[in-house]
């Protein structure tokens, strides 16, 4: 056929037609993946929460539904995510809208370009239950630590909204009645995250190891074992630096730059308290109740989040004169205590994946590649905040051009491990950060 | 016309190599652009000055050659197909060849062609967007020249070449503009330039005995400067002052072409051409763009581009079937310039044969026509190191061409 073909264009030369090159691609297949029944388990990128908001087009977009559009082109699945109104404002827990980047005048009435909320207060209707509008294969849960995914009655607004009984429900009997033949599962990182967004003020992450709802290695294993009790199959992922994120590294420690006269004068306040400045960067001051005086400055390491007032540090001495409120650092133990944390959790999954044969996504190893940068068919890409194409307006969680890359790393892995070829997604294809 | 459908049906061959464009005269283009060692028309101003010599009368030519390419590219992770939507260029030459006097040994000529030179467009929202969407090139050359038959068996020339060429070339941003959400609303940059340079082209040619003839000819590196192209960015609006409009300077060079070539004339009837090319393109080694207003997103930009020097070799053959029928065929090969990992979808360049048929017809005393046809095709696979595009380029070149010669 293919020869014909040829001969059919070779004859068409004479009238000047050429045929257009045709290059053949692989077949594509699904080896033992039997997406029938896809149900996708996990937190804020699972859910496609973005821009610091649950919101349509991170829904949409979530790194699951772009895993379900790849499956879509080798075999036909249904894949529900419980999206909200492509109209709606979005809503986040403290009843905010999402982010989008516009416009911000500071203190010293400089306006530029910074992310601002959509509308003064978010889509407070979001939050009704959708459960019969359902089945939803997208049981992503903002906010959820592993230790609540078998919480009955578990208490998050954004489970209540997808809950089969928001009384009773928890997360993995929804799940079970999916009858799931192919999962993804992320898990963890809040786990982590609750205490960095905290500064370290909140309770401590949890323990690595311990029972289901209480540590991380048994509610892990709780959850891995029911999904693959009937013989599912699916892949897991770990948990990135979370720590590299924007969030965490946009501010520096030593930010403070001050001139000759401003170090001098704050010289003569922190002097007797042994404490100096000098003329050019000095690292901001921050509330210590360990020292004697309760302030010290930041010592390398130590990391600012982006939850800081920026106006209280250009105009009000934040961070010089008034020490950064401990809320909004992470210091050298607590950047320790996320880090072992981290590891262990880490090695658990790794464990899990292994014992249960799951596909094994290095999603750490892949977000690590972004610190330095890469260049996906022409696009750099790297983990800054907002100029580095990956991640969304709230540092944390991904952009759709991200989700779609994470989105591979899964795809990747399960291909590995299960034999099928579903195509990669085309990153390319998926918007970045939209500016004004 | 019956003469000219027959032709028609034959596919014959141009061969492109890298950004260069091997379609300067009908009679060649019938044999693999093989002709450095014949002296057949004026056509020879550009294939060998020192043949130019042996041409017995004036003469005036011109000719084209619509030259259809269709590519496409394949994909390795998303196995997505993208297509080219390529216009067809029109190559073109003009020369006129002159003596001072009946049986003058010093020639006249003035040649004007187009040795580089293409239109890449790719289809809209394709995955390598970002690297390019479309690419137009020209260069026309302008050589006046001098041709001097030493004795009768030996002849030399020389042209001065001036230059003069437009670049376009026009990719995405990847900074999504638009209020709406959703939007596919890509950024773009759209550099335009003009440029022009200076080169020569020296041959010589030899015919120690009558079934041979050897040409030697050493085409100049000619190095299109840009120095007031401008550059137009498409961006957001609250982008606008990180993209200012402005001037650029870019350089592209145009190689050196050293070419032998042989003629074997078995009898009245039959004559056969070899050239070999030595192209210099290890020169384009870098494409710069340096942009007269920089700011923290635009800075200048330096691609490797890295080519090496390449052969490429022509064979060809042209039968008298009457006093004023010729038929010509030819098959070259070209070595492609561009190294693994350096393959761009500028010019998606592989090594490649080039088949080709030709024809040629007297319409009495003074006036002739050729046609001739180039059909070659190339398939490429790589991972360009700068972009990670990664994929395989595959191109189908059709190239018919006229031509019609005037003599007297």
Redesign the interface.
């Given at each position: 056929m293919m020869q014909l073909k040829k001969y059919f264009c070779l004859s068409l030369l004479g009238l000047a037609l050429a045929c257009t090159p045709k290059i053949e691609s692989e077949e594509f297949s699904l080896g033992e993946v039997d997406p029938t029944s896809y149900v996708a388990i996990g937190g804020a990128n699972t859910a496609g929460y973005s821009d610091d908001a649950l919101h349509f087009r991170g829904q949409q977009n979530s790194f699951v539904s772009i895993i379900a559009t790849q499956l879509n082109q080798v075999q036909n699945i249904p894949f529900s995510s419980p999206l909200l109104s492509e109209f709606s404002s979005g809503i986040n827990l403290n009843g905010d809208s999402r982010l989008i980047l516009g416009y911000k005048t500071d203190c010293n009435n400089e306006t530029s370009l910074s992310p601002v909320r959509f509308s003064a207060s978010g889509d407070g209707n979001a939050l009704t239950n959708v459960f019969s509008d359902g089945p939803f294969n997208n049981i992503g849960v903002p906010f959820m630590k592993a230790i609540d995914v078998n919480t009955a009655g578990y208490s998050n607004p954004f489970y209540a909204r997808i809950a089969s009984n928001p009384a009773s429900s928890s997360i993995l009997q929804d799940v079970q009645a999916l009858n799931p033949t192919f999962f993804t599962i992320q898990l963890g990182e809040h786990d982590l995250m609750e205490y960095a967004l905290s500064g370290g003020t909140a309770s401590t992450p949890t323990p690595v190891n311990g029972a289901s709802g209480v540590g991380f290695d048994g509610s892990l294993n709780e959850v891995v074992q029911t999904i693959t009790s009937s013989g599912a199959k699916g892949a897991i992922s770990n948990i990135p630096d979370i720590l590299n994120y924007p969030y965490f590294t946009t501010v520096p420690y030593n930010g403070l730059t001050l001139d000759a006269a401003n170090a001098q004068s704050l010289n003569n306040v922190f002097n007797p308290l042994g404490i100096s400045f000098q003329e050019g960067e000095n690292a901001f001051t921050v509330e210590d109740p360990n020292e004697p005086f309760g302030v010290r400055k930041l010592v390398e390491g130590e990391l600012i989040l982006l939850s800081i007032p920026l106006d209280s540090v250009k105009c009000n001495g934040m961070g010089s004169i008034v020490p950064i409120p401990h809320e909004y650092v992470l210091t050298l133990d607590e950047v320790n205590i996320i880090n072992n944390a981290r590891t262990g959790y880490n090695s658990a999954i790794l464990n899990t994946a292994q014992q249960y044969n799951l596909a094994f996504v290095d999603a750490s190893t892949f977000y690590n590649s972004l610190n330095t940068g890469i260049v996906y068919n022409g696009v750099s890409l790297d983990a800054e905040f907002v100029t580095g194409g990956f991640f969304s307006l709230d540092g944390r969680n991904l952009n759709p051009i991200g989700h779609a890359l994470l989105a591979n790393e899964f795809i990747k892995a399960t291909n590995d491990k299960y034999n099928s070829r579903i195509p990669l997604a085309n990153a390319t294809s998926y918007p970045g950060v939209i500016f004004p | 016309m019956r003469i000219l459908?027959i032709c028609?049906?034959?596919?014959f061959i141009a061969s492109a190599q890298g950004f260069q464009v091997n379609l300067q005269g009908q009679v060649q283009q019938g044999m693999a652009s093989a002709g450095t060692a014949l002296m057949q028309d004026a056509s020879s101003l550009f294939f060998n000055p020192g043949g130019a010599s042996f041409v017995n009368r004036n003469e005036i030519s011109i000719g084209t050659t619509?030259t259809?390419?269709?590519?496409?590219?394949?994909?390795h992770?998303?196995?997505?197909?993208a297509?080219t939507t390529s216009p067809v260029s029109t190559p073109f030459t003009a020369y006129g060849l002159f003596q001072i006097k009946d049986s003058s040994r010093l020639k006249l000529g003035l040649a004007v062609y187009t040795p580089f030179g293409s239109t890449v467009q790719w289809e809209d929202?394709w995955?390598?967007?970002?690297?390019l969407t479309r690419l137009r090139l020209l260069s026309i050359f302008v050589q006046p020249t001098v041709s001097y038959r030493i004795t009768d068996k030996i002849g030399i020339g020389a042209g001065f070449v001036y230059s003069y060429g437009s670049v376009n070339l026009q990719?995405d941003l990847?900074?999504?503009?638009?209020?709406t959400?959703?939007?596919?609303g890509y950024g773009r940059v759209e550099l335009d330039g003009t440029g022009q340079g200076f080169g020569y082209n020296v041959g010589i040619y030899v015919e120690p005995i009558p079934q041979l003839s050897i040409g030697l000819t050493y085409r100049s590196q000619v190095n299109m400067k840009l120095n007031s192209g401008t550059a137009t960015f498409s961006?957001?609006?609250?982008?606008e002052e990180n993209f200012p409009d402005g001037d650029f300077v870019s350089e592209l060079p145009l190689p050196q072409v050293a070419t032998l070539g042989f003629g074997v004339h078995p009898n009245s009837k039959l004559d056969l051409a070899l050239d070999i090319n030595y192209v210099g393109w290890k020169a384009y080694d870098t494409l710069a763009f340096d942009y007269a207003n920089n700011t923290e997103s635009l800075v200048d930009t330096k691609s490797a581009r890295l080519y090496e020097n390449i052969f490429a070799f022509r064979l060809g053959g042209q039968y008298a079937l009457s006093k004023s029928l010729r038929i010509r065929a030819g098959v070259g090969y070209g070595i492609s310039p561009v190294q693994d990992g350096y393959v761009t979808p500028e010019t998606p360049d592989a090594n490649r044969f080039n088949y080709t048929l030709g024809l040629g017809y007297n319409f009495g005393d003074h006036f002739t026509t050729d046609i001739s046809?180039l059909?070659t095709?190339a398939?490429r696979e790589d991972t360009n190191l700068?972009?990670?595009?990664s994929g395989?380029f595959?191109?189908?070149?059709?190239a018919?061409g006229i031509s019609i010669n005037y003599k007297f």
């Open positions: - | 459908l028609l049906l034959f596919p619509f259809i390419a269709k590519g496409a590219f394949l994909e992770n998303t196995f997505e197909t297509k929202g995955t390598g967007r970002f690297a990719r990847p900074v999504t503009q638009g209020t959400e959703n939007s596919d961006v957001p609006t609250s982008l046809m059909y095709t398939t700068e972009t990670n595009l395989t595959k191109v189908h070149v059709f018919p």
